[in-house]
């Protein structure tokens, strides 16, 4: 059974940072492909970032430069590390996973079978 256990997630300035982490369990991360998402209040989910079994990364064009992805293999641990918080960055951040040997980062929600419950991220200006 996969389970993914997401926290991190809190109040800060507006140009500070969180590091959110992803507890993987049942999903091995050679076999998988691994997301971050986000929803804000009244919007859809959407990407933030993802990294595929060989350890390649794709961001959203919002992020880039400022989101970081990595993963633990030894503590089954994705991250996402955001630096350069805007008020719009606030939202409900979820951990995602899927089963995949592809080279592709998926980025829709569809591509992903497995969420973690999500953590509140709040930016304040």
């Known amino acids: 059974q996969v389970q993914l256990v997401e926290s991190g997630g809190g109040l800060v300035q507006a140009g500070g940072s969180l590091r959110l982490s992803c507890a993987a369990s049942?999903?091995?991360?050679?076999?998988?492909?691994m997301g971050w998402f986000r929803q804000a209040l009244g919007k859809e989910r959407e990407f933030v970032a993802a990294i595929i079994r060989d350890g390649n990364t794709a961001y959203a064009e919002s992020v880039k430069g400022r989101f970081t992805i990595s993963r633990d293999t030894a503590k089954n641990t994705v991250y996402l590390q955001m630096n350069s918080l805007k008020p719009e960055d606030t939202a409900v951040y979820y951990c995602?996973?899927?089963?995949?040997?592809?080279?592709?980062?998926?980025?829709?929600?569809?591509?992903?079978?497995?969420w973690g419950q999500g953590t509140q991220g709040t930016v304040s200006s």
């Open positions: 049942g999903l091995s991360f050679s076999v998988s492909q």
């Open positions: 995602a996973g899927r089963w995949s040997l592809g080279i592709v980062a998926a980025t829709t929600t569809a591509a992903y079978n497995y």
